[in-house]
T-cell receptor, first 114, second 112 residues
């Protein structure tokens, strides 16, 4: 599919907020997802947002969606060293040609320093 | 992890040999997917299934085939492995009631 764009790297200090940005491709995407991947591990679903929402909050995570600009962001409050990982943005590609499979960005590597 | 297991977890094989990877789920989800993850490419869809015996191709399906004879099992076969198929392979399911998509732990395949 077309590219979902994410910046490749982000470095923050422990205790600060992290903001990971994503630009997706399909304005008709119904659901947008954020996944976390630690080294050598699988993908952990962090949160997802329905396209008719502007914001979703879940504990330390806040997702903001700007449909007009096709921009999605993930904010992590009070970032901890355990949050160091790769974060993937993904859009649902719909039913007709992919059975709701996901189109992923290349991932943002978050490094949290003490 | 939505009850998803993958086997084997690691495999080294030689060019030209057939390889089958297995994905097993315990919760009767209808939709199952195979992705591959490569540096610089994120995850890309290989094949997907929307029910027993119902499968279709994804973005990078060349060199791969799949089968789904039971709801719980989705098999990915490399008929004749090539070095370009060295990758980490992830299986995923879609939970229809919540639209959440969960991934298995992955299989690291090396083709020498």
């Amino acid at each position: 599919g077309e590219d979902v764009e994410q910046s490749l790297f982000l470095s923050v200090r422990e205790g600060d907020s992290s903001v990971i940005n994503c630009t997706y491709t399909d304005s008709s995407s119904t659901y947008l997802y954020w996944y976390k991947q630690e080294p050598g591990a699988g993908l952990q679903l962090l949160t997802y947002i329905f396209s008719n929402m502007d914001m979703k909050q879940d504990q330390r995570l806040t997702v903001l969606l700007n449909k007009k600009d096709k921009h999605l962001s993930l904010r992590i409050a009070d970032t901890q060293t355990g949050d160091s990982a790769i974060y993937f943005c993904a859009e649902s590609m719909g039913y007709s040609n992919s059975g709701y499979a996901l189109n992923f960005g290349k991932g943002t590597s978050l490094l949290v320093t003490p | 992890d939505a009850g998803i297991t993958q086997s084997p977890r690691h495999k080294v094989t030689e060019t030209g040999t057939p390889v089958t990877l297995r994905c097993h789920q315990t919760e009767n989800h209808r939709y199952m997917y195979w992705y591959r993850q490569d540096p610089g490419h994120g995850l890309r869809l290989i094949h997907y299934s929307y029910g027993v015996k119902d499968t279709d191709k994804g973005e990078v399906s060349d060199g791969y085939s799949v089968s789904r004879s039971k709801t719980e099992d989705f098999l990915l076969t490399l008929e004749s492995a090539t070095s370009s198929q060295t990758s980490v392979y992830f299986c995923a399911i879609r939970a229809e009631s919540s639209y959440e998509q969960y991934f298995g732990p992955g299989t690291r395949l090396t083709v020498t």
